[in-house]
Nanobody, 114 residues
Framework: QVQLVESGGGLVQPGGSLRLSCRVS????????VGWYRQAPAKQRELVAR??????NYADSVKGRFTISRDNANNTVYLQMNSLKPEDTAVYLC?????????WGQGTQVTVSS
């Protein structure tokens, strides 16, 4: 069993930056990967970035602007978001794959607006 808690969302202007955090607790030693997803009104939930012990990957829409990383000592995965656009506005959710099952956090709101 794992638990995920996101933080770091908020309101920023276009071109600004935010860093989201996903604190993971529980059976962290069996987590295969952690991904950041986002969901906007009237849109399908989409994968933004994912990190595993061997690789990272990004959606084309955020590549070059977002960076996913992890701090193993603190069991935390980060999503650094730079050059934010209004189209990035969404609820961002953290997901862990543990024993081949998905575990989700509650989500944190990111709003990019003037």
């Amino acid at each position: 069993q794992v638990q995920l808690v996101e933080s770091g969302g908020g309101l920023v202007q276009p071109g600004g930056s935010l860093r989201l955090s996903c604190r993971v607790s529980g059976s962290t030693f069996r987590i295969h990967s952690v991904g950041w997803y986002r969901q906007a009104p009237a849109k399908q939930r989409e994968l933004v970035a994912r990190i595993s012990p061997t690789s990272t990957n990004y959606a084309d829409s955020v590549k070059g602007r977002f960076t996913i990383s992890r701090d193993n000592a603190n069991n935390t995965v980060y999503l650094q978001m730079n050059s934010l656009k209004p189209e990035d506005t969404a609820v961002y959710l953290c997901k862990a794959l543990w024993k081949w099952r998905d575990y989700w956090g509650q989500g944190t709101q990111v709003t990019v607006s003037s």
